[in-house]
């Protein structure tokens, strides 16, 4: 079992940045993937922005160039710098842990409780 706690969502003006952070605990490989989805009322969960424990990502293009994850594999955390925040990007963020390098996602792995996001306009 793995488990993951986020922290750093919040309430912010439009143009404005957050930083989200999830650690991982417990039986967590050392050759994992780890990442960020949202899911915004009424919608589907979406990815965000993903990174393996080898350093390749996957962003969304929706948050290239605002959106930054990295990681502290050391430490088995995550982040998601997001800057230039837009009301769209409201929702709750979930961190996603897998074992495996794997860009897609495929029901595999688990989820953190999530952090809620709001950009206010």
């Known amino acids: 079992q793995v488990q993951l706690v986020e922290s750093g969502g919040g309430l912010v003006q439009a143009g404005g940045s957050l930083r989200l952070s999830c650690v991982a605990s417990?039986?967590?490989?050392?050759?994992?993937?780890m990442g960020w989805y949202r899911q915004a009322p009424g919608k589907q969960r979406e990815m965000v922005a993903i990174?393996?424990?080898?350093?390749?990502?996957r962003t969304a293009d929706s948050v290239k160039g605002r959106f930054t994850i990295s990681r502290d594999n050391a430490k088995n955390t995550v982040f998601l710098q997001m800057n230039s925040l837009k009301p769209e990007d409201s929702g709750v963020y979930y961190c996603?842990?897998?074992?495996?390098?794997?860009?897609?996602?495929?029901?595999?792995?688990?989820w953190g409780k999530g952090t809620l996001v709001t950009v206010a306009s």
């Open positions: 417990g039986s967590a490989s050392s050759i994992n993937t």
């Open positions: 990174e393996t424990s080898n350093a390749v990502t």
């Open positions: 996603h842990f897998r074992t495996g390098w794997s860009l897609a996602y495929d029901g595999m792995g688990y």
